[in-house]
């Protein structure tokens, strides 16, 4: 079964901290791989999308990185802000089979101290 | 642009009602999708359309019939839904079925009572 893991399912920092979300996933047969954002009661918000081909993507003060041999990928937020607060989904769209559409993890519930 | 834009925002429903979600996009994407998520755990694939066409049903409940319009919408038609059906639902958009990135609206929030 193609499923994604997300580690850890909460964090709390204080403000101005970097952080590492990390994610997971059990085929390395994929398309690409999709970070999102969602507030509370909100849609997702896309962060940044990596290609199978691509070992990173940034933006800002997020950085995405993918290692397909391995099944990982990390999100680094840098210099973190009370505004980051959210919870942070990974996912991935699988190439060997199955649904069409994004698998997701279950996502970082990540709060950032004033 | 990259909005996909979800309507209504809130419905509540009784168990007899027949409502539907609608769904719009002008990005030129050729795929969109109907996602489900309930209170605390991600989205969950309901259906996907490729250049308007069904491409995937996963095992979804009758009640739920999709439609495909144009390229550019998307409606969810709801009838005699149950209490647990409520949810947020999602719709997305992504340039072709398995590539690009994916966008997604704000969401349905429905409650079915």
């Known amino acids: 079964k193609q499923e994604v893991t997300q580690i850890p399912a909460a964090l709390s920092v204080p403000e101005g901290e970097n952080l590492v979300l990390n994610c997971s996933f059990t085929d390395s047969a994929i398309y690409n791989l999709q970070w999102f954002r969602q507030d509370p009661g909100k849609g997702l918000t896309s962060l940044l999308l990596?290609?199978?081909?691509?070992r990173e993507q940034t933006s800002g003060r997020l950085n995405a990185s993918l290692d397909k041999s391995s099944g990982r990928s990390t999100l680094y937020i840098a210099a973190s802000q009370p505004g980051d607060s959210a919870t942070y989904l990974c996912?991935?769209?699988?190439?060997?089979?199955?649904?069409?559409?994004?698998?997701f993890g279950k996502g970082t519930h990540l709060i950032i101290q004033p | 642009d990259t909005e996909v834009t979800q309507t209504p925002k809130h419905l509540v429903m009784g168990m007899t009602n027949k409502k539907s979600l609608k769904c719009e996009q002008h990005m030129g994407h050729r795929a969109m999708y109907w996602y489900k998520q309930k209170a605390k755990k991600p989205p969950e694939l309901m259906f996907v359309?490729?250049?308007?066409?069904?491409?995937i049903n996963e095992s979804v409940p009758s009640r739920f019939s999709p439609e495909c319009p144009n390229s550019s919408l998307l409606n969810l038609h709801l009838h005699a839904l149950q209490p647990e059906d409520s949810a947020l639902y999602l719709c997305a958009s992504s340039q072709e079925l398995r590539g690009g990135e994916a966008f997604f609206g704000q969401g349905t929030r429905l409650t079915v009572v």
């Open positions: 990596i290609q199978s081909s691509q």
């Open positions: 359309y490729s250049y308007e066409k069904l491409s």
């Open positions: 996912a991935v769209r699988y190439s060997g089979g199955g649904a069409d559409g994004l698998t």
